[in-house]
């Protein structure tokens, strides 16, 4: 099978790294100094303290077709809008897609595509991008795959890659909105608070603004059994007690955000049912407020 | 007039350098420590890069009797429920009392006080303590008192004084409640955000967090005619743009905030009142949590 992955981030490095074992995978970058690099150097990626490196077709993305079987696409939400406009213009081949982001702000922009299969995901990995190549494996977590329209054909050895699992999930939209609720309470709360994401439970104070947070978006989503959910959230924090959320992360690089994706899709939600969500809504000016 | 100050914070430190060029005063300390080195430096006032000292008289708090013709109490709000016990036990006269603290929970303190004459007071001083003898004044402000109980009875050389305003208003709980509303909102969202307090109006993310919680605060407070307030705690963060308020020193300097006499006195009177308040409660949370 023929992989071609979109977006030279920590995901997108990782996936080329891991998946490039079995399978002819292509990375597409947006500068061409990245693919320059990464084929002159391979991939770095780095776990544990050891450093294996592998090479990996790459090219800029101005040459891409979609002539492989499968399409990753591992951009940001926020250059989600632009990029699915390149990628219906220069589509030559019915491609099947997989979207890596997080929230579910992208869901609306899918229907643009030319394409019979796409899967939507929930991606569990700690990677750090320490250089245009080089990729740090930080958590080894799992990534779900889930069928957002057309038919599952995925070869089983894509599920079978050691320290890289990838199971499938049945129902794409339970499996996001359990990653938007984790990630709509765990990133905001750590982001601002500049704190690990087990303080966020550990602390009496945050934690109390965890249940209120939660209280607030099990309404808005109206979410049936909410506590499986609030559960859910506890064990990641716990899980990752010791990591840094990609929002912290991305504050303290000066990156944009994920928030509108996060608590901006909430929002969105909260106004077309005229719910109030006024935590929700500081957290987001907060956020918003601090990026650079 | 003999003057007793009690505390020997930053705020302490400055009443009693400045009321000593006039008045007898006397600066009770919590420590011993700290009065000895008094009487042996004397106080010493920091403005604008100039140094100035000045002898008071000082003594440990253990020697206080409340003999002075005034005593001014010049604690933070969260020492004052143990120190109001002592005061009733240990006074020996009957002295009138100004009391210096932010907010308005000390006002259910005051009735067990054995005095005819209270005032309270909103003291708009920038003041930072340098070392047990050193205070630097970095914003000269005024000093607002208002009768609480009793007769005005100050001499009127007390509103005079070069550098040190003090000015007499005729409402006490306009005059607190306008300072609490100021404080509600400046104090929490800039030790969040460590940001001076200019930023919270400029920064347009968090202008909107700014008129959210004010419009909570004016439900919970029923403040009427509301727009002064709000156009008040504006022009403050104009005058102090760059300054950083207390409870953004707080809580840098790993000190107790004063979050219980502001938040807490606002969310205990939305509780009595059965009013929702989820902007102030979480903005409670995080300056509890984050205090060390």
């Given at each position: ?65 979609g002539k492989e079987d ?23 081949k019915n491609t099947e ?78 499996m996001l909105v359990r ?114």
């Amino acid at each position: 099978m023929n992989i071609g992955i979109i977006g030279g981030g920590s995901i997108g490095l990782l996936f080329a790294y891991y998946l490039s074992d079995q399978y002819d995978v292509t990375l597409y970058t947006n500068t061409k100094n990245q693919s320059d690099e990464i084929l002159q150097n391979g991939i770095y990626l780095i776990h544990n303290e050891t450093v294996n490196s592998r090479r990996v077709k790459t090219k800029w993305f101005e040459h891409w077709s979609g002539k492989e079987d499968l399409t990753i696409v591992a951009v940001k939400q926020y250059h989600l809008e632009n990029l699915i406009n390149l990628l219906v213009e220069k589509q030559t081949k019915n491609t099947e897609y997989v979207f890596l982001q997080n929230g579910m702000g992208h869901l609306k922009l899918l229907k643009y595509l030319h394409a019979n299969t796409i899967y939507v995901s929930s991606v569990e990995h700690g990677a750090y991008k320490k250089s245009s190549f080089e990729v740090e494996h930080n958590g080894i977590g799992q990534t779900k795959l889930a069928l957002y329209q057309g038919e599952i054909s995925l070869p089983p050895s894509l599920l079978t890659i050691p320290n890289f699992p990838i199971i499938l999930e049945d129902d794409y939209f339970e499996m996001l909105v359990r990653k938007l609720v984790a990630n709509a309470i765990i990133n905001p709360l750590t982001g601002l608070l500049k704190v690990q994401n087990g303080e966020i439970i550990r602390n009496k104070n945050y934690f109390s603004i965890v249940k209120n947070l939660f209280r607030e978006i099990e309404a808005v989503l109206k979410l049936e059994r909410g506590d499986r959910y609030f559960q859910q959230v506890i064990e990641i924090c716990q899980k990752t007690s010791g990591n840094r959320s990609s929002m912290l992360k991305d504050l303290e690089a000066n990156r944009p955000t994920e928030v509108d994706a996060i608590l901006g899709y909430i929002l969105d939600e909260a106004e077309m049912n005229n719910i109030d969500a006024p935590i929700c809504k500081t957290l987001y000016h907060f956020i918003k407020g601090s990026e650079k």
